[in-house]
């Protein structure tokens, strides 16, 4: 079975210009999670999805991040403009549920905003 | 709010030799524990978990128990190899109410080892 795909893994781009990150979770995962990662941290919750509904996107930074999950299947996380602070590795996650069901991961995006 | 404090890395050890990384938390409740794993240029994975007071969670020759006297997850291995070379991540999930889907997460250890 295949795991958590995101695309691109690696994004450079510099500041002010737009940039999106693509995941597809695991078939019949209905939840889906957006982290960032900072160097040197661990991972923090930008958003979550139960299906096609962004259920908590209290941690999101709506004035330039928005995302999207059409369908409740594939989903996008967009930026802009991007901003310096915003490099970082921006994970995907799903699961069947929510609690304690385990999250698998993508391997992320890594962005570099210079 | 939900912390988790894991020992600052990096940490070097030998093959073969015995692996501590110290994890505690803050939280009301019960929270459910975990470490995760991540190998260079993959996402992380699952390693073990408890959901409860005194359950051990072990695998791959992991081992970690939930100490809620000591609000600690400390995470051990035997004998580590050189495939175990990789960032550990502790964290928890709240045990009920709003935001028992959160992962929270420690800062990470990266742990190396030499041959």
């Known amino acids: 079975e295949a795991g958590v795909v995101q695309s691109p893994r690696y994004k450079i781009i510099e500041k002010k210009q737009p940039v999106a990150f693509w995941c597809n979770p695991i078939?019949?995962?209905?939840?889906l999670y957006w982290y960032r990662q900072n160097l040197g941290q661990g991972p923090e919750l930008l958003i979550r999805?139960?299906?096609?509904?962004?259920?908590?996107d209290s941690q999101l930074p709506k004035d330039r991040f928005s995302a999207e999950r059409l369908k409740g299947v594939d989903s996008t996380l967009k930026i802009q403009p991007a901003e310096l602070g915003d490099s970082a590795v921006y994970l995907c996650a799903s699961s069947t549920g929510t609690g304690n069901n385990e999250q698998f991961f993508g391997p992320g995006t890594r962005l570099t905003v210079l | 709010g939900d912390s988790v404090t894991q020992m600052e890395g990096p940490v070097t050890l030998s093959e073969e030799a015995f692996l501590t990384i110290n994890c505690t938390y803050t939280?009301?409740?019960?929270?459910?524990l975990f470490w995760y794993v991540q190998y260079p240029g993959e996402g992380l994975q699952l390693l073990l978990k408890a959901t409860k007071a005194d359950d051990k969670g072990s695998n791959k020759g992991f081992e970690a128990t939930y100490r809620k006297e000591t609000t600690s997850f400390h995470l051990e291995k035997g004998s580590v190899q050189v495939s175990d070379s990789a960032v550990y991540f502790c964290a928890l999930i709240p045990f009920s109410g709003a935001g028992s889907y959160q992962l929270t997460f420690g800062k990470g250890t990266k742990l190396s080892v030499i041959p």
């Open positions: 999805y139960e299906n096609e509904e962004a259920v908590d």
């Open positions: 939280a009301t409740g019960y929270p459910s």
């Open positions: 078939s019949g995962h209905n939840t």
